[in-house]
């Protein structure tokens, strides 16, 4: 992930044979000191190739640079994939309830990791 000058929120993808490899954003989140990765997506020909290893890594080290201590994110319910990779990467749940899914039943867990300092 590269943020283009002027604003650090928006991402560029990674490029693997001139199509976009993944993509993924980082963003401040509300309470002070954390951000929040966002919209993380791995084109599925890329995926166990360590693209989402390097966009999650990209995003961690944004946000250190910019003093955050906290990392989290959302992660749909059932993506056991999803959250093997979250949790190889230090990320546990917080208890905090997610979004409301479509239907308005079910919500999005949201893990969370301390950061280290810069």
């Known amino acids: 992930m590269a943020c283009p000058a002027g604003d650090p ?18 963003i401040p989140a509300a309470e002070p000191g954390g951000v929040e990765l966002v919209s993380m997506w791995v084109d599925p020909a890329a995926r166990g190739r360590g693209v989402a290893d390097a966009l999650i890594r990209a995003v961690e080290q944004w946000a250190i640079a910019g003093g955050a201590r906290t990392l989290r994110l959302s992660v749909m319910r059932g993506n056991a994939a999803a959250a093997a990779l979250y949790e190889r990467h230090g990320f546990t749940g917080t208890g905090e309830p997610g979004d409301l899914l479509p239907g308005g039943v079910r919500r999005e867990r949201v893990p969370a990791r301390r950061l280290p300092t810069a």
Request: proline share 11%; net charge positive; hydrophobic share 20%.
């Open 9 to 26: 929120r928006r991402a560029q993808p990674r490029r693997r044979a001139r199509r976009p490899a993944g993509t993924v954003g980082g």
